[in-house]
């Protein structure tokens, strides 16, 4: 099974800057690799995903992210933030074989300054 | 198109009381995860429900408990709570088990306190 880890607890930037949060992944084969975000009281949602292909992956709200196998990560990154932008953000891959069931890091939770 | 919604929104229990939540399904999704996100954590796999069986399960004991309807809303059991089981309860649903591209959507949760 995958497993995914975040280092990063708690990261903060200020608006305008740019941001790159760390996921690390564990899995032999090519994995399948998600990163989501978790606004106060609200459901997950899904940034952008990758499964193959193109190792650069571009997502909702001006995010995106890089597969590097040499590194087993997939960094989330986005060039400028904006203080809406303040949330939890966490890397995810298949529990089991499916993408259907996930296995989630730890998070890292961002701040945004003005 | 209505998203996943799950009800009630927060509830407090004591320690070995049983507990019941609720999720609908997004329209056309006939698929049902459920997952539980201790303070502080990430969200942990506690099982699927796929046309109403039980397909997978997480590392959870048997007092977690499911069950999916006919129109794949399903419900989350925990009975004898204890205090470890505070959390967020988020479920989440799909349109299908097979394949990668089926993106899972994910309700707002409902934040669960044992005292």
């Known amino acids: 099974a995958q497993s995914v880890t975040q280092p990063d607890i708690h990261i903060t930037v200020s608006e305008g800057a740019s941001l790159e949060l760390r996921c690390n992944y564990s899995y032999g084969a090519t994995p399948y690799l998600f990163w989501y975000v978790q606004s106060p009281g609200q459901g997950l949602q899904l940034l952008l995903k990758?499964?193959?292909?193109?190792?650069l992956v571009q997502g909702i709200k001006g995010f995106e992210a890089e597969f590097k196998r040499s590194q087993s990560s997939f960094n989330l990154r986005k060039p400028s933030v904006h203080w809406s932008d303040a949330a939890e953000y966490f890397c995810?891959?298949?529990?089991?074989?499916?993408?259907?069931?996930?296995?989630f890091g730890t998070g890292t939770r961002l701040q945004v300054t003005l | 198109e209505t998203g996943v919604t799950q009800s009630p929104t927060h509830l407090i229990k004591t320690r070995g009381q049983q507990v019941t939540l609720r999720c609908s399904s997004q329209?056309?999704?006939?698929?049902v995860s459920w997952y539980q996100q201790a303070l502080g954590q990430g969200p942990q796999f506690i099982f699927q429900?796929?046309?109403?069986?039980?397909?997978g399960r997480g590392n959870f004991p048997p007092r977690f408990s499911g069950l999916q309807f006919p129109n794949y809303s399903s419900e989350l059991n925990v009975n004898a709570l204890e205090l470890d089981d505070s959390a967020l309860y988020l479920c989440?649903?799909?349109?299908?088990?097979?394949?990668?591209?089926?993106?899972?959507?994910f309700g707002p949760g409902t934040r669960l306190t044992v005292l």
């Open positions: 989440a649903s799909s349109k299908t088990l097979a394949g990668v591209n089926n993106e899972q959507f």
């Open positions: 990758y499964f193959s292909g193109d190792t």
């Open positions: 995810a891959a298949p529990y089991t074989g499916t993408a259907s069931k996930l296995t």
């Open positions: 329209s056309g999704h006939n698929t």
């Open positions: 429900y796929y046309r109403e069986e039980e397909n």
